[in-house]
């Protein structure tokens, strides 16, 4: 009881933390005139006042935070943030349910993009800006904005830090103290967001649009201001920056930190996982180009080449933009796309699924599992990038993979039987637990997962969340022994 209550304190500080993030859409309400000014102040006055109370009520036991404390909150803290997000769309929004709502924040601050809603060009600008700014909040992840701040107010945040950070190599850090490591990461984070805000400004969105889609991009997120997302704008220029910022968005922001701190470009090619994520999605592009090209469905080789290189590589990162309608491709283009969403975003960067590490790692495992049966008694230790795997972390690798798919089954199978048709519900547990976005068939990209009963929306709700906690995080705490003392 008191492990929950000492996570109840610091889930009282970070609602309180939390309550800032509407000074956006309030100042956006201003500015446009929309409507929506009272909406936003309530809901922050409603944030702000309820973390308050669950810190005070709980003061006494505030404390540092065990490893099963940082576990529990930071399952507290993604299911209880997008809770809180929902109050300016219930307020604003005509006819939305809680559950409707509910799948909106939590797509977005997991960074799936999936969308419950239909005429976004219409909406409120502050609403769209909050919606975006939810996917910019969840890219990073909270938690570690958080972990900077806490240690400030008496709460400890290293194992915090653990537990949110993505990826099977957890414990390495870029600088001595997890605060410092924290900071760093979002300056980096917010220095290539205003970059992408200018960019986008210039290739020719309005100011509205820039920020709202490099808040999405750097994210992956994958919200859109337009109904037909970017193919709204049907611009070369914009597809370029966006694809260049996505494939930012998707390498390990740690190396973008020590490229910043040592003005060395040389990191980037010392990376395993981003040498393997632009190898693969280079030859994916070109791939799919001359795949499409061949099947007729586009003319040109070089609108192929446009559109495929675009929207494989927004599928791949998991951000979820789409320019076309790539669900009336041949089927092999947009299962291929589905299947890169699984493993091509690195550890440390703001994408979902597998992560490229995992599948460097199965790949150089099974090489030594073929050089065993060939010579049993060989000593053949895994490396990648220069770096010896600890046969603890290939374990790790091997069990994760094992839920991953596993949890992609049984929420398959739950929404077959909830009626939904195969390729429809494989194609949104694959986008949601990936944090992709759109799927195929009814959830494709010419449409949203409106269409869902109340049912699978909390099928897909829980997919989003597993895949942004990584599974792990979100299942140990059903498990009998982290309840034992």
């Known amino acids: 009881m008191r492990r929950a209550l000492t996570v109840f304190h610091a889930l009282g500080l970070m609602l309180v933390m939390f309550s800032l993030t509407y000074v956006l859409p309030i100042a956006t309400a201003l500015i446009y005139s929309d409507g929506t000014l009272i909406d936003f102040l309530l809901a922050m ?11 005070m009520v709980t003061r006494r036991y505030k404390g540092e935070l065990s490893i099963r404390h940082g576990y529990l909150l930071v399952v507290g803290m993604w299911t209880a943030m997008p809770a809180v997000a929902t109050l300016p769309l219930l307020l604003v929004l005509d006819g939305v349910s809680f559950t409707d709502a509910y799948f909106e924040t939590m797509s977005g601050i997991t960074t799936t993009g999936a969308t419950v809603l239909s005429g976004l060009d219409s909406l409120p600008p502050a609403i769209n800006l909050w919606r975006h700014e939810l996917n910019w909040l969840g890219g990073m992840g909270i938690i570690v904005l958080a972990v900077a701040i806490l240690p400030l107010l008496g ?54 649009d820039a920020v709202c889609h490099g808040f999405s991009t750097l994210g992956l997120g994958g919200f859109s201001t337009h109904d037909a997302s970017i193919g709204y704008f049907n611009s070369p220029a914009i597809e370029l920056v966006l694809i260049v910022f996505m494939l930012l968005a998707a390498v390990n922001f740690a190396t973008h930190f020590l490229v910043w701190r040592e003005r060395n470009w040389r990191r980037y090619l010392q990376d395993a996982e981003a040498i393997g994520t632009v ?35 927004s599928i791949a990162t998991d951000c979820g ?10 089927t092999f283009a947009p299962l291929w796309m589905l299947f890169l969403s699984c493993i091509t975003a690195s550890s440390g960067s703001t994408g979902g699924g597998i992560k490229m590490i995992r599948t460097l ?42 839920l991953y798919f596993m949890s992609v089954v049984v929420m398959t199978f739950a929404l077959v039987i909830s009626g939904m048709d195969f390729i429809s519900a494989f ?5 949601c637990i990936n944090n992709a976005g759109p799927g195929l068939g009814e959830v494709g990209p010419a449409s949203n997962y409106a269409g869902l009963n109340t049912f699978q929306d909390w099928v ?25 003392r």
Request: charged share 10%; hydrophobic share 55%.
């Open 361 to 402: 790692v199965l790949f150089k495992q099974a090489g030594r599992e073929f050089l065993k049966l060939l010579h049993p008694m060989a000593v053949n230790p895994m490396k990648i990038g220069g770096h010896v795997v600890p046969n603890n972390i290939v374990f790790s690798v091997l069990g994760f993979i094992f």
């Open 279 to 313: 190898v693969l999605l280079g030859a994916s592009c070109l791939g799919i180009a001359v795949f499409l090209w061949w099947q007729g469905t586009y003319a040109s080789f070089w609108t192929a080449l446009r559109h495929a290189s675009f929207n494989l590589i």
């Open 155 to 208: 709460v400890g945040g290293r194992q915090l830090y653990k537990a949110e950070t993505p990826g099977p190599m957890k414990d390495s850090a870029l600088t001595p103290r997890v605060t410092e490591t924290a900071r760093n990461l979002w300056l980096i984070y917010f220095g290539i967001t205003v970059a992408c805000i200018l960019s986008l400004r210039v290739a020719g969105m309005n100011w509205l």
């Open 321 to 330: 933009f789409a320019s076309v309608d790539f669900n009336q491709w041949p």
């Open 45 to 55: 006055v409603m944030t702000f006042a309820g973390g308050l109370l669950l810190w």
């Open 427 to 431: 194609s949104a547990i694959i986008a």
């Open 460 to 484: 897909c709700i829980v997919a989003m969340l597993a895949g942004r906690l990584e599974i792990f995080t979100l299942l140990i705490i059903f498990t009998p022994r982290f309840w034992q």
